[in-house]
């Protein structure tokens, strides 16, 4: 039978090297990255090991573009998708591990392959030449018509100097 101390030394050990291996995986982790460019070349998004966007550069070509968002957004999923990849090859410490295996699988669950340019969830996307970017498979209601709020009415002015100010007569407690 051991004695308690060593049973303890060699937990300290076991917590020690299970810190180092975490804070080595997180090092690797955090150096990970996508970038991604769209298929005209004008829109670079770069994204994080958690898929975040933390670079977006548009080029001067398609500033004006109809469709610009839609593009940045395809772009920036494109790279998201890409992350399983990266975390394989940028992260040595645990590859070949279960970890590895299930990190990969949550990535490809949380950011798959996005759908081919043009198909949108229950539509597709049309070309931007009549302004119109998706059509829908069924068409929705025509939308309500808004009541707008009646007009305020316009207070007379109280001459020229007047301070509007609520607090303009000093007393604050009315």
């Known amino acids: 039978m051991t004695n308690p101390e060593q049973l303890l030394a060699g937990f300290d050990a076991k917590i020690a ?6 804070d080595r995986m997180q090092a690797e982790m955090a150096t990970v990255s996508v970038s991604e460019r769209s298929q005209d070349g004008q829109i670079a998004v770069k994204v994080n090991h958690l898929g975040n966007l933390v670079g ?6 398609v500033r004006e573009k109809a469709n610009l968002a839609d593009e940045i957004l395809r772009t920036v999923q494109r790279a998201q998708s890409r992350l399983a990849g990266a975390v394989q090859t940028g992260m040595p410490s645990i590859a070949g591990t279960e970890t590895m295996t299930e990190l990969v699988e949550q990535l490809h669950r949380e950011y798959p392959e996005p759908e081919p340019q043009g198909f949108v969830e229950g539509g597709y996307a049309a070309p931007a030449t009549d302004g119109a970017r998706f059509i829908a498979e069924e068409e929705p209601p025509p939308p309500a018509t808004a009541k707008l709020a009646p007009p305020r009415p316009v207070r007379p002015e109280a001459g020229e100097g007047a301070d509007d100010d609520y607090f303009s007569d000093g007393d604050y407690l009315r």
Do not use: V
Not at 17 to 22: F, L, N, V
Not at 56 to 61: D, M, N, Y
């Open 56 to 61: 977006l550069e548009i080029g001067p070509g």
């Open 17 to 22: 090297e299970a810190k180092q291996r975490g």
